[in-house]
């Protein structure tokens, strides 16, 4: 059953969120919503039912931010049976790209995945779960 | 300005959304859904002023899908100069999971990415730009 | 206690290694032979007193040698639970490198990646152990 | 023309060599020699004719070894162009592999490749350039 909700916007992020919608070929904006919110459920309630699962952490920051480097090696050091691989990327002169490869018990490799894209300095943050989309 | 906007969702969806930013914290479904559409377009309209970027592609899909593995073998190598690493990961007995990292023009690599993560057969792909999160 | 043994060599091999061992400074050619042979055989009597161990496998093929990627990720998924990360990166327009990072027990990584480095068409293997050099 | 020259070595790493050639299958310690001299000349006098070329540099290290980790950021931030990518893989709890991929000018990251491996405290590095064998 369709349910209608009202929902308010800074009418500045709505011009441009039109803009792409039309450009993306969505019929409304219910649909681009909702396909929004069906991506985010999937990622977000994903689970592996053998409870081994895999995941990838992408993490954009600047590469001479020493004490978050630290950090994070240090969170990827404690749960050190979860990390696959950790692999560097310069994308300029500033900005390294780091990607983190992980495996282990979907709750665990979860956590430790929101805590790095947490992280204070952290500058664009994904924690993009290595799901099979049957979840929805 | 803010303004207020109507969206129609199917009752299923909207009470898994409503429980999903309960517990994520939200004050109210407007705040959830503008963050989505913020962290959409940054995505969407990222662009890299000096030309060249750099982008992650997931992947997920099963291995024994051959005429995919050929097919994504097929685009990487025309795109071959932008194409920096291709990672794969056993996710379980049937699931791969390919990590292709990209860098080269904006445009070039975007188009690039969408065509791998609309490729039949990919169960679930993510195009994930190296944004420094400074669009929006 | 030192012993000379006799070595038949080709003359043309003989002058290259001269040069060679010339430019890396060796007093003579006992000690660069007795440096290629400990070097050979840290790698050669590798073992993981655990029982566990990493190796990293590096093959140099050209990637339109269909049959040879088949049977590569045949063997792979044979030992799917040694198989950490496969990484491709295109060399030149015809040759590819992979490099296949593999961890388990030091005796089967040790026969999967034997097996990878002499597959029929590859250019150049190598089967390098993550020793800690503490063999010899 | 075939060449006989006299060689000295320790008898105990004598003895392993023996034990090694034997396991292997050569008729003769001059053939093992022989290619063990070769295998290092293809890795040695490799070139790349177009001047570009690709490498894969292997090192293993104590991850806490804080200061070796400052020197390798160090030295491959210098040659920033040239790191196609860094992947670092825990072996065990005291022991990191780091995978270092260089593409650039054959020169630039054979000098690159070598100032990495004989950084101090580097407990195991091999520089392997992706050769294709045909050198010699």
């Known amino acids: 059953m369709v349910e209608r909700i009202g929902i308010s916007l800074d009418g500045k992020l709505l011009r441009r969120f039109d803009k792409?919608?039309?450009a993306k070929g969505y019929a409304n904006r219910s649909e681009a919503?909702?396909?929004l919110i069906?991506?985010?459920l999937v990622e977000e309630?994903?689970?592996?039912?053998?409870g081994e699962a895999v995941a990838t952490v992408l993490l954009v920051y600047e590469h001479d931010t020493l004490d978050l480097a630290r950090k994070m090696?240090?969170?990827e050091h404690e749960a050190y049976h979860c990390v696959v691989t950790t692999t560097h990327v310069h994308m300029d002169h500033d900005n390294c790209l780091e990607?983190?490869?992980l495996r282990g018990p979907a709750r665990e490799i979860k956590r430790l995945?929101?805590?790095?894209v947490s992280l204070r300095g952290v500058k664009h943050g994904r924690f993009v779960?290595?799901?099979t989309g049957r979840t929805i």
């Open 20 to 22: 792409l919608i039309g």
């Open 33 to 35: 919503v909702r396909d």
């Open 38 to 40: 069906r991506e985010k």
């Open 45 to 50: 309630e994903w689970a592996a039912p053998k």
């Open 73 to 75: 090696a240090s969170l």
């Open 99 to 101: 990607i983190v490869i």
């Open 113 to 116: 995945g929101e805590r790095l």
């Open 129 to 131: 779960p290595g799901t």
